[in-house]
């Protein structure tokens, strides 16, 4: 029998299936490991928002070894990594002992990386590369100014960070959380650490221009106040919403100061830009450094580690040991 974390209309609970509930993907695989992301907390505390039919295997990420393959790319025992593509929304997630996956938009563990810190970086460290990626795409370099991180402490803006940090950009990091993790920002390559209290409020709709970029996982007013503090022809990702889904802007600092605002959509990403993410990933991150920020739970652990992701009381990224 294989067992996994399967949502229900009554919430998630961790129960056994057999073979055949697991679906009609080509590649079976044999998963060893997942972690815990905002969406992963949202779906395993019953709340509305990701899992979009039921019942269902939460888990947005997935890390294991083929076992079984009709893909020509994949051969049995290679270890695999998939992040999004629908897991844990309409296909089975991550959360199991044994998964059957459409692999179209998988990759490889890349070189440099164990397939363990690759589960611990997991979609947030996978978002915060295409998030970097398009910033320097988008033509900003470290010579243009500081990179605002917003959501600093999280999974997206710590490994943005860090990302930032290695790339040579100066990162100014804000949070809500300046006395608890000022030092750990510190610690990742934030030289300025910006209370989130300074973005939240109505702002005017232009202000002193600082950033040359920014990395948002927060929305709402911090999200706009970051907009009007971007320098000329900088660039703002928004992939999150973890404060607000509302945008309370205005058109200024695109039409005045030609900002950029561009969107990071890491569940549907082409095959090639995750393969750029996770080659940034191999190389900007020091594997040491984010084993210290991860914590490691079990399957069982899931439940409880979401509500406490979701009420403040987790920083970093969380790895969850599957089997
Ligand atoms: P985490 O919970 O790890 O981090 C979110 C951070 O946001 C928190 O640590 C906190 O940082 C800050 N925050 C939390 N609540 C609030 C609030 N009410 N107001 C302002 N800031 C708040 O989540 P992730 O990093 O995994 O994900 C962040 C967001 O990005 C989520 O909305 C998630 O769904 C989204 N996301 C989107 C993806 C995409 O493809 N578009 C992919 C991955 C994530 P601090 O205390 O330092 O301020």
């Not at 959501?151 to 990302?163: F, K, N, R, Y």
Request: negative net charge.
């Amino acid at each position: 029998m294989v067992h996994g974390m399967v949502v229900e209309d009554g919430g998630a609970t961790l129960k056994e299936y057999d073979e055949a509930f697991l679906g009609d993907g080509g590649v079976v695989v044999d998963v060893v490991y997942s972690d815990l992301n905002y969406k992963d907390a949202l779906a395993v505390t019953g709340r509305p928002g990701v899992v979009r039919t039921t019942p269902l295997i939460a888990g947005i990420d997935l890390v294991g070894t083929v076992a079984e393959t009709d893909d020509p790319r994949w051969s049995p025992g290679d270890w695999i990594v998939l992040n999004g593509a629908g897991l844990s929304e309409t296909k089975h997630g991550g959360y199991t002992t044994r998964a059957r996956i459409d692999a179209k938009l998988a990759v490889a563990i890349p070189d440099g990386l164990s397939p363990e810190s690759v589960a611990a970086l997991g979609t947030a460290g996978y978002t915060a590369a295409l998030s970097v990626l398009r910033i320097v795409s988008e033509g900003v370099s470290p010579g243009d100014g500081p990179v605002l991180v917003t959501g600093a402490t999280g999974g997206v803006g710590s490994i943005a960070t860090m990302l930032l940090a290695t790339a040579g950009f100066e990162v100014a990091a804000s949070t809500g959380r300046v006395d608890r993790f000022g030092d750990y920002l510190s610690s990742l390559g934030a030289t300025q650490i910006v209370a989130r209290e300074e973005l939240e409020g109505r702002g005017k709709p232009l202000q002193k221009a600082q950033y040359a970029g920014v990395v948002d996982s927060v929305g709402g007013e911090v999200l706009a106040n970051a907009i009007a503090r971007t320098l000329p022809n900088g660039t703002v990702t928004a992939c999150g919403l973890a404060g607000s889904a509302a945008l309370p802007a205005t058109v200024m600092p695109f039409i005045l100061r030609g900002v950029t605002l561009a969107g990071i959509d890491s569940v549907w990403a082409s095959l090639e830009d995750r393969a750029d993410a996770w080659r940034l990933l191999s190389k900007g991150i020091d594997p040491q450094q984010l084993d210290l920020m991860t914590s490691r739970i079990p399957l069982e652990g899931v439940i409880a580690a979401g509500e406490q992701l979701l009420t403040g009381g987790l920083h970093g990224r969380t790895l969850v040991e599957i089997s």
